[in-house]
């Protein structure tokens, strides 16, 4: 069930309990959660954009015919 109250009046604490960059491992940093820089957010991102682009192509050209098939 769903809790009456998110937070707790006159008390705001820290839901997100520090947790290590999942990069290098450094106590993560609020602004670049949950990474602990800027740096590792980056490079994060980079590694999983270069993981999406090595997914080799289909190049078949053969196969690339939108015609083929199609009465
Ligand atoms: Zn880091």
Known sequence: MAEKT???SGKVAP???ARPCPECGKPSAR???PFCSDRCRTLDLSRWLNGSYAIPVADDESSADPEDGNA
């Open 15 to 17: 839901l997100r309990k």
């Open 31 to 33: 602004d670049h959660y």
């Open 6 to 8: 998110t937070r707790v």
